[in-house]
């Protein structure tokens, strides 16, 4: 079972090579991601965060059922992003109780490898992902880049989510829950 990486951690702040579909099958890795995503109760899980090194993530399809309840994403490359840019909360699984306010496009034009239903085999897709699909992809797209999301808010509104997250941290410690 793989493990996953808490920031901080120089895993998550280094880019990833591409997943060298010739010598290593993804399935495995990608299964493995998958139980850890929803174990964690996450949205998506990229390379970085379990200290793989190749171009992999894994994310819930909330709007495009195209590709099934959970999308396996190798080697991915943005086509296109949309001029339309929506600020919506993002949370991290290697960021606990950590939320900001991210601006992001609200769609995206993408292609990728993938594998079929059955894990067996590797099929190259090109798609557009929407609304929360689209941030979710280029959240998890960051992660394979070295970027987090808190490299995409301001120094103060970082500041003031971190001080909100040790209250939270504080109360939790001290048996209260709100």
């Known amino acids: 079972m793989m493990n996953l990486i808490l920031a901080p951690n120089i895993l998550?702040?280094?880019?990833?090579?591409?997943?060298q579909l010739e010598s290593v099958h993804p399935a495995p890795i990608a299964l493995d991601m998958i139980d850890l995503m929803r174990e964690k109760s996450g949205l998506g899980l990229?390379?970085?965060?379990?200290?793989?090194n190749g171009q992999i993530f894994v994310m819930?399809?909330?709007?495009?059922?195209?590709?099934?309840?959970?999308?396996?994403v190798i080697n991915p490359v943005i086509k296109g992003l949309a001029k339309n840019i929506e600020e919506g909360i993002?949370?991290?699984?290697?960021?606990?109780?950590?939320?900001?306010?991210?601006?992001?496009?609200m769609s995206c034009m993408v292609e990728f490898d993938t594998l079929t239903d059955d894990m067996?085999?590797?099929?190259?897709?090109e798609t557009k992902f929407d609304d929360i699909?689209?941030?979710?992809?280029?959240?998890?797209?960051?992660h394979l880049h070295g970027i987090q999301f808190i490299n995409r808010v301001s120094k103060l509104k970082l500041d003031f989510?971190?001080?909100?997250?040790?209250?939270?941290?504080?109360?939790?410690?001290?048996?209260?829950?709100n």
Do not use: M, W
């Open 60 to 72: 819930k399809a909330l709007l495009n059922k195209q590709y099934g309840d959970t999308v396996v």
């Open 161 to 177: 989510a971190e001080k909100k997250r040790r209250k939270k941290i504080k109360r939790k410690v001290n048996g209260r829950t």
């Open 90 to 105: 993002e949370g991290c699984l290697s960021h606990p109780d950590l939320f900001l306010k991210v601006r992001r496009p």
């Open 133 to 142: 699909d689209a941030r979710i992809f280029l959240h998890e797209y960051d």
């Open 120 to 125: 067996k085999s590797v099929i190259h897709v």
């Open 46 to 52: 990229s390379a970085n965060q379990v200290g793989f």
């Open 12 to 19: 998550l702040e280094t880019p990833v090579e591409r997943f």
